[in-house]
Nanobody
Framework: QVQPVESGGGLVQPGGSLRLACTAS????????IGWFRQAPGKEREGVSC????????YYADSVKGRFTISRDKATNTVYLQMDSLEPEDTAVYYC???????????????????WGQGTPVTVSS
């Protein structure tokens, strides 16, 4: 069973930074496109960023472009989401997802992802 696990969420002030991590045991994240999604209170889940498999071509939603950075660490089997210049609007539960059946490139659409983590909450507030 492919099951990613998120960590790194927490409370941060506006303008601050957090780094989320997506890890897995028993399979290599490097073999799959990985997506980060988020769901704010009372809102639908939306795509934030994704990274293609292998060398990792990234993609970002317009709302986070220039502030968030997705990357892979093959040595630790981890996909990171570095979040800088955080805004209250970034408050949400963040989910990592694995595209097990897709091609090499990532697509930031929920229906493309088969395996989801439990989520890690991020709160941006003063």
């Amino acid at each position: 069973q492919v099951q990613p696990v998120e960590s790194g969420g927490g409370l941060v002030q506006p303008g601050g930074s957090l780094r989320l991590a997506c890890t897995a045991s028993g399979f290599s994240l490097d073999h799959y496109p990985i997506g980060w999604f988020r769901q704010a209170p009372g809102k639908e889940r939306e795509g934030v960023s994704c990274i293609s498999k292998g060398d990792g071509l990234p993609y970002y939603a317009d709302s986070v472009k220039g502030r968030f950075t997705i990357s892979r660490d093959k040595a630790t089997n981890t996909v990171y989401l570095q979040m800088d210049s955080l805004e209250p609007e970034d408050t949400a539960v963040y989910y990592c997802a694995v595209d097990q059946d897709g091609g090499p490139l990532c697509v930031i659409a929920q229906s493309w992802y088969e395996s989801w983590g439990q989520g890690t909450p991020v709160t941006v507030s003063s």
